[in-house]
């Protein structure tokens, strides 16, 4: 961070990837360096600051008749009304309890303030909202990051990095599907996703009638709710598909040993030939 050349930082990446807590160690990083102890690096260079404000986390006020959003509009403001030359900012996920369009435009906006009024103040900017990456061509002093992650097939691999330019990519319904989801609702997210970025407002309106169907059993196979036919492997009509299908029937999964669920496996290559 640069109050001169590279000011903001807008973090985008997906969930679980690490932003957050990519912000909490830089404030402890700052914490420790201010009090005079060491930081977990083997050199740092870091300036002194007068301020660290953090809007991180959600919360209500229920005593005061204040809702999570109130709250965290509210502690912005104080941060915003606050600023100086020396003070570390950092946002977390700003306008989240509003709709998309309310949050997405306070998010630019509070970039944008930061930018032309906050005196050069430091900060990381962490956020869904990937439209905010166009923000690195119109301000001089904001600068687009992103933790990395490797996708392989559905399965997406968290590699902890943090690297230059911004993403388009939150994996939400990935972290919903490894939060154990039922399948029939990650589904149907993907498919309004899916309809949503092609813009295809037939099918988002049929994906978001609730049409979360049951799949129907047929003898070709099992007639998914979006018309697509899974064939299945105990329907094939096949003999050494019959002979794999008692094998599997027979085994007992729950008394078996690692090594006998190996044989069996190898066995049942052996014996498709491949």
Known sequence: LDSKTQQIIILTGPNM???SALLRQT????????IGSFVPAESARIGFFDKIFTRVGASDNIS???STFMVEMLETSMILHNLSARSLVLLDEIGRGTSTYDGMSIARAIVEYIHEYGHGAKTLFATHYHELNDLEEIYPRVRNFHI????????????????EGGTAHSFGIHVARM??????VVQSAESTLKAMEMNDSEHLVSARKGQIKKPVQTKAGTLESDGSLQLS?????????????DKLSSADLNNMTPLQAFDLLRSMK???GV
């Open 17 to 19: 990837a690490g932003k």
């Open 27 to 34: 404030a402890l990083i700052v914490l420790l360096a201010q």
């Open 64 to 66: 005061r008749g204040e």
């Open 148 to 163: 990395a992650v490797k996708e392989i097939g559905t399965q997406v691999i968290f590699l902890r990095k943090l690297k």
């Open 179 to 184: 939060a154990g989801m039922p399948k029939e």
């Open 233 to 245: 492997f105990f329907q094939l009509d096949d003999p050494t598909l019959e002979s794999l299908r």
């Open 270 to 272: 052996d014996e498709l």
